[in-house]
T-cell receptor, first 116, second 110 residues
Framework: DTGVSQDPRHKITKRGQNVTFRCDPI?????LYWYRQTLGQGPEFLTY????????KSRLLSDRFSAERPKGSFSTLEIQRTEQGDSAMYLC??????????????FGQGTRLTVV | DAKTTQPNSMESNEEEPVHLPCNHS???????IHWYRQLPSQGPEYVIH???SNVNNRMASLAIAEDRKSSTLILHRATLRDAAVYYC???????????FGTGTSLTVIP
């Protein structure tokens, strides 16, 4: 297993366009998270899945953002009608469900989005 | 997370111990304290976590104050590869949601 994989690594898009990012978690990890990180800041929580169920969403996740994890494996994050303020690194993480609510999370390398 | 504060930057000499402080004065009784580090253009990497007791692993030690309002990450012998941004994180006990602090940029001087 090569860890959490995110695709693409970089995306440049024009304002108003839609973009979709993909995250492949570590096999058999049933918890998956999306975070957003702007330059010089720590990551901010966006949303959390346990298997295919989206259990938590941040108020940062506006109506233009949607995340799915249809089969409980890979996940997609879509941003509609992108704005310049959406420019950031989008990080995906996964963790196993060992019965404990706090375990190590494994992060991907992120997708850097630039909206021009 | 406005409730988690860290110094913006610290320096250490190579092979010396490093103590990275974090204040989380409003942490709830069930929130865990995690530390992750991040290299440029990389995702955060797990370092250590704990709830009340001090913790040790192969990477570092975590000292948690008795009142849990602060904690310190201890790197016993800093190496050049330890240069990174270190994040102190408040982790909720329910959904594993992380609230990252602003991070401390550690420079290791050869």
């Amino acid at each position: 297993d090569t860890g959490v994989s995110q695709d693409p690594r970089h995306k440049i898009t024009k304002r108003g366009q839609n973009v979709t990012f993909r995250c492949d978690p570590i096999s058999e990890h049933n918890r998956l998270y999306w975070y957003r990180q702007t330059l010089g800041q720590g990551p901010e929580f966006l949303t959390y899945f346990q298997n295919e169920a989206q259990l938590e969403k941040s108020r940062l996740l506006s109506d233009r953002f949607s995340a799915e994890r249809p089969k409980g494996s890979f996940s997609t994050l879509e941003i509609q009608r992108t704005e310049q303020g959406d420019s950031a690194m989008y990080l995906c993480a996964s963790s196993p469900n060992t019965g404990h609510s706090n375990t190590e999370a494994f992060f991907g390398q992120g997708t850097r989005l630039t909206v021009v | 997370d406005a409730k988690t504060t860290q110094p913006n930057s610290m320096e250490s000499n190579e092979e010396e111990p490093v103590h990275l402080p974090c204040n989380h004065s409003t942490i709830s009784g069930t929130d865990y304290i995690h530390w992750y580090r991040q290299l440029p253009s990389q995702g955060p990497e797990y370092v250590i976590h704990g709830l009340t007791s001090n913790v040790n692993n192969r990477m570092a030690s975590l000292a948690i104050a008795e009142d849990r309002k602060s904690s310190t990450l201890i790197l016993h012998r800093a190496t050049l590869r330890d240069a990174a941004v270190y994040y102190c994180i408040r982790a909720t006990n329910t959904g594993n949601q992380f609230y990252f602090g602003t991070g401390t940029s550690l420079t290791v001087i050869p």
